[in-house]
């Protein structure tokens, strides 16, 4: 056991067709399993699949993911696991939704074994030669200000349920490759073949996105940090919590020495949104 860090965090997810009927029985059997595990965190569950994000002590989580192996939806998962001193996330949900990430084109087919997919190790090898192509950031632009790859073409979306429409007006060449990339992987997961769909002739996605790259080739071309939706809120290439913060009014991220700055005040400005009539209390 790590005494440091005795607690684990995982994500992970699977795209399965999974009836109306068996939602609402998964729901119930897997939230009461989690609570048996003393799990925090959140299980999506929709007709296209299954997303897992938890965080419970290294034994809880490890006895909860053999647990979750007898049902089908959920058999076989490949997690993503970090290692942490405490809990990451509040309390448990367990939500059934109409998808588990939310995309305006709802027929896009993320199980097409024709999406490609690019490892972490052939990405550096492109990033550091001269081959053309586009290396297409997915996410959020208050993420992509955190931090990203340096060479990353990034578009204007305010949430990724906007990305086509930002994808629209974006000027890229749909004849040269593009690799897509995101924190984990699953917004990729409907990325491509909606890319595909929209006449692209080479798209490829990141394999395990941000966090696998970290993970097997470490911060090569990466600047910055890398935004997490949970209280850590930024990690660096070792995955470790740096105590960058988001500025609840800009979104933007406050580092540990702005956050000694006086035109910082939580919940009502930051450096980058302060102006001189902001009332400080």
Not at 103 to 111: L, N, V
């Amino acid at each position: 056991m790590n005494e440091a860090n005795p607690y684990t965090v995982i994500n992970g997810y699977r795209f399965v067709l999974i009836t109306a009927e068996q939602l609402h029985i998964l729901r119930e059997e897997l939230k009461a399993l989690a609570t048996k595990h003393q799990l925090h965190g959140t299980i999506l569950l929709a007709p296209e699949g299954v997303n897992v994000a938890l965080c419970g002590l290294t034994s809880h989580i490890d006895a909860a993911i053999a647990d979750f192996e007898v049902f089908a939806p959920l058999a076989g998962i490949t997690y993503k696991r970090m290692s942490h001193h405490t809990f990451i996330f509040r309390r448990l949900v367990v939500k059934v939704k109409q998808q588990i990430i939310v995309f305006e084109d709802k027929e896009i087919d993320p199980t097409d074994e024709n999406n490609a997919r690019m490892m972490p190790e052939q990405l550096k090898q492109w990033l550091d030669g001269d081959k053309p192509f586009v290396l297409l950031d997915t996410r959020n632009e208050f993420e992509v200000e955190f931090g990203t790859f340096e060479q990353a073409k990034t578009l204007s979306v305010r949430r990724f349920r906007g990305f086509s429409k930002a994808l629209e007006a974006a000027d890229i060449d749909k004849d040269i490759p593009v690799v897509t990339f995101c924190t984990g992987g699953v917004r990729c997961e409907k990325v491509v073949p909606f890319m595909r769909q929209q006449g692209f002739k080479e798209v490829y996605q990141l394999e395990g996105g941000i966090f696998n790259y970290f993970k097997e080739v470490g911060s090569a071309h990466w600047r910055g940090e890398c935004f997490v939706f949970d209280y850590r809120t930024a990690l660096d290439p070792q995955l470790a919590s740096t105590g960058t913060v988001q500025c609840r009014v800009c979104y933007g991220p406050v580092s540990l020495a702005e956050q000694n700055d006086p035109r910082y005040c939580a919940g009502i400005s930051c450096l980058s949104c302060y102006h001189q009539d902001a009332k400080l209390a």
